[in-house]
Each structure stands twice: as C-alpha cells, then as structure tokens.
Nanobody, 119 residues
Framework: QVQVVESGGGLVQPGWSLRLSCAASGSIRRIHAMGWYRQAPGKQRELVAALTSGGTNYADSVKGRFTLSRDNARNTVYLQMNSLKPEDTAVYYC??????????????WGQGTQVTVSS
C-alpha cells in the first residue's frame, strides 16, 4: 500500500505562519513529483507549489511567501507558509506522482488539511 498524508493545518491570524507536511509511505521505488494544491469554498482546486526534478514552481499568489522543501530520506515535502492572508484560507491537498517497488505508477492525493486565516 502506498499513500500520502498531510498535516499541519490550523487556524491562524493574518501575518502568521504555518508549516504543512506531506509524507508518502509504503513500498515506494521513486517519487517523481510532489506538490500542494488548495481549494477554497466555491472555487476550483488550484496549484500552490510543486517540486519536480526540474525545480520548484509556485503560484503567483504565493510567490515570496510560501516555500517548498523536501526531505528525501523521509519521503516528505514541507510547505512553509509565511505572511498568511485571509485569501489563503482553503483546504490544502498534497499530491504525489510516484512508482512502487513493483513498478506500478500512482498519482495520489492526501485527505486534505484545513488552513484558516482569520482575525
């Protein structure tokens, strides 16, 4: 079994910070890409940040505020979210493109973690 699990969401005031974690687990051979998406009420899911072999890409709305990092040994990516704004309020989902040790490819979504930015 392979899966991804997010954690780190919560309720914070504008200007505060959060760090989200996404851990992939199971019989993983290789992680090809990992990233974060978010979906606010009444809006479509959008890409926040993604890490691939070619580098890291950020949505324009979060550039300069959010930073994606990784721990390859733990199959984990982190999203450091600084200077949070009310418009960042959304459910944040981790996505991973990976292959298992038996060479089966997967594109997996985590269960989502709620981020609420409000005074």
């Amino acid at each position: 079994q392979v899966q991804v699990v997010e954690s780190g969401g919560g309720l914070v005031q504008p200007g505060w910070s959060l760090r989200l974690s996404c851990a992939a687990s199971g019989s993983i051979r290789r992680i090809h890409a990992m990233g974060w998406y978010r979906q606010a009420p009444g809006k479509q899911r959008e890409l926040v940040a993604a890490l691939t072999s070619g580098g890291t890409n950020y949505a324009d709305s979060v550039k300069g505020r959010f930073t994606l990092s990784r721990d390859n040994a733990r199959n984990t990516v982190y999203l450091q979210m600084n200077s949070l704004k009310p418009e960042d309020t959304a459910v944040y989902y981790c996505n991973a493109d990976l292959s298992s040790i038996d060479y089966v490819s997967y594109n997996l979504w985590g269960q989502g973690t709620q981020v609420t930015v409000s005074s």
